[in-house]
């Protein structure tokens, strides 16, 4: 069936044990990611965004990027096409916890929260990398994002720093 064809993917804690245990039948389908993941995407978030983005919104406690960027990052790497769910900025998000689960604290909604400092700048790369509009996305709060191997980068200029 198609679910047992699917990557599972398995985020690693700080210790590097992992948060669950895979079936050995799937473990030839498993991925793991370590920190290295996370500091490698924060590392290119400050240096195309400028220092302010760090300020923005709710005083976060990491540095580091979500989970969930990680997560669309290795989803793009791998498939043509992602559509995804809270990524970007939306009027739904303004009304929506940031989290499934739990009391959350003093965490105003799912556009902003105070554990990650980049959160806003994630959700304005998003935004920038969405096939989807703009207007549309903060909408509907979805967005699509072309995978990897869809996209020339020929003849691209670097990016110059999102003010």
Same mark, same amino acid.
């Given at each position: 069936?198609? +679910?047992?064809?699917?990557?599972?993917?398995?985020?690693?804690? %700080? $210790?590097?044990?992992?948060?669950?245990? &895979?079936? =050995? @039948?799937?473990?030839?389908?498993?991925?793991?990611?370590?920190?290295?993941?996370?500091?490698?995407?924060?590392?290119?978030?400050?240096?195309?965004?400028?220092?302010?983005?760090?300020?923005?919104?709710?005083?976060?406690?990491?540095?580091?990027?979500?989970?969930? +960027?990680?997560?669309?990052?290795?989803?793009?790497?791998?498939? %043509? $096409?992602?559509?995804?769910?809270?990524? &970007?900025? =939306? @009027?739904?998000?303004?009304?929506?916890?940031?989290?499934?689960?739990?009391?959350?604290?003093?965490?105003?909604?799912?556009?902003?929260?105070?554990?990650?400092?980049?959160?806003?700048?994630?959700?304005?790369?998003?935004?920038?990398?969405?096939?989807?509009?703009?207007?549309?996305?903060?909408?509907?709060?979805?967005?699509?994002?072309?995978?990897?191997?869809?996209?020339?980068?020929?003849?691209?200029?670097?990016?110059?720093?999102?003010?």
């Amino acid at each position: 069936d198609a +679910a047992r064809n699917t990557p599972f993917f398995i985020w690693l804690s %700080n $210790s590097g044990k992992p948060r669950s245990i &895979v079936p =050995s @039948e799937l473990a030839d389908r498993s991925l793991f990611v370590d920190r290295a993941a996370f500091l490698e995407l924060m590392h290119v978030i400050m240096e195309i965004f400028a220092p302010r983005w760090k300020t923005e919104g709710l005083d976060g406690k990491s540095i580091l990027p979500t989970c969930g +960027a990680v997560g669309l990052l290795l989803a793009l790497t791998m498939c %043509n $096409s992602t559509d995804a769910y809270g990524f &970007v900025a =939306s @009027e739904a998000g303004a009304h929506t916890r940031y989290h499934y689960y739990g009391n959350n604290g003093n965490e105003a909604n799912a556009n902003d929260n105070t554990f990650h400092r980049l959160f806003e700048a994630e959700h304005e790369l998003w935004a920038r990398i969405s096939s989807t509009p703009r207007d549309v996305a903060f909408k509907t709060g979805t967005a699509t994002f072309p995978g990897f191997a869809s996209i020339s980068c020929d003849n691209e200029p670097p990016p110059q720093t999102i003010l």
